[in-house]
């Protein structure tokens, strides 16, 4: 069977590279990788193919920046024709940006089967781009690979069939597994001058927290109250630069003496950083549940999750983005970090061994 795996932005990178490996066991699976170019600098993209060994994309849609619509619409319209011309048996996607709904819908409406890593996640604030892209995501496709049981249980109740449901463990996990040895073997902390155990890690990006001047600056502040106890790496992703520049918010930043500002980091170097990380200081989704893995306190700031189980079983809390909210989470690391955790079920490594083994069943035997 020909099966398009789409990508398209930093996230998607370390869901797809598992996935690749696990196919090699099924040779009627012949994989094709679709990069539809959301993310196209070199530290947001190719670092990741390499570190990872992901085959080079057999295409790449090269759509770029833009607003939501337009950008969703480029991927659209660029990704029809290629599957019109290639006519894969399925179309797998990952995760929820808008890469993933561009091209699931394209896939749906052609006849194509569709597949969803990653479903059914829900955190239930339709204020959040990605919450929609979950969604409809989900309505759209055939078969839905679940990450954590909350997924299963969204679904059943969106009146999803069980047969369509399959629970497989977290692909993302996979990719931490099989290269957390070679990532303590970089010299990230040398590089960056800080002492295991001894700083806090910060990533932030979603429209709420860096979108509004006041949001942005209040977290700063918070920051700078933060730095003065323990360093603070700041790894910013670029629309948190654009938007800390044109607030006026990155001299601040730049001028505390704690806190240091790195381009975005290549996966290796920024999973050493984080294993040994006193405190993440986090708004993504996946580092959440990299943090419950490595058992790193992860303050996240947001006020829901769509993954309850990092909550229940691991290290993360919410903390929201109010200055004073998030001063006083730093006093808890201690507690966070004694709780008990518990590795959420079939976040063993296996989900991409799972998931290739339910294609190979469902499409076994189709004919070109
Ligand atoms: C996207 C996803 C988000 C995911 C995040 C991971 C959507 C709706 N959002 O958000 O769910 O958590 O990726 O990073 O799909 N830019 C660059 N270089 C790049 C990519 C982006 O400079 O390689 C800048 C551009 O100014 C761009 C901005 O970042 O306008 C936002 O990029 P975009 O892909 O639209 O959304 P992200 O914020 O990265």
Known sequence: ??????????????KIAPLMEAYRAFPDIEPVIVHTGQHYD???????????????????????????????????????????????????????VNSTIACVLVACKLGIPTLHVEAGLRSFDRTMPEE????????????LFVSEPSGEANLLKEGRAPEDIHFVGNVMIDTLRRHLDRARQTSVHDRLHVHKGRYGVITLHRPANVDCR????????????????????????????????????????????????????????????????????TDSGGIQEEATILKVPCLTLRENTERPITLTHGT??????????????????????????????????????RIAEVIHQRFAGIQQ
């Open 132 to 143: 929609i892209n979950r969604i409809l995501t989900d309505a759209v496709s055939d078969l």
């Open 316 to 353: 993360n809390t919410l903390v929201g983005c109010r200055t004073r909210d998030l001063i006083e989470a730093c006093a808890r690391l201690a507690e966070i970090r004694e709780r008990p955790h518990r590795t959420p079920p079939l976040w063993d490594g296996q989900a991409s061994a």
């Open 42 to 96: 070199d530290n947001m993209s190719r670092l990741f193919f390499d570190e990872l060994g992901i085959p080079k994309a057999d295409f790449n849609l090269e759509v770029g920046s833009g607003s939501h619509a337009r950008q969703t619409a480029e991927i659209m319209t660029r990704f029809e024709p290629l599957l019109i011309e290639h006519r894969p048996d399925a179309v797998l996607v990952v995760g929820d």
């Open 214 to 281: 006041d949001t942005f600056d209040g977290i700063c502040e918070a920051f700078k109250t933060i730095q003065q106890e323990l360093p603070l790496v700041f790894c910013m992703h670029p629309r948190t630069r654009n938007r800390a520049e044109e607030f006026g918010l990155l001299g601040k930043l730049e001028s505390l003496p704690n806190l240091q500002i790195t381009a975005p980091l290549g996966y290796l170097e920024f999973l050493h950083l984080m294993a040994e990380a006193r405190a993440i200081f």
């Open 1 to 14: 069977m020909k099966l398009i795996n789409v990508c398209g932005t930093r996230p998607n990178f370390m």
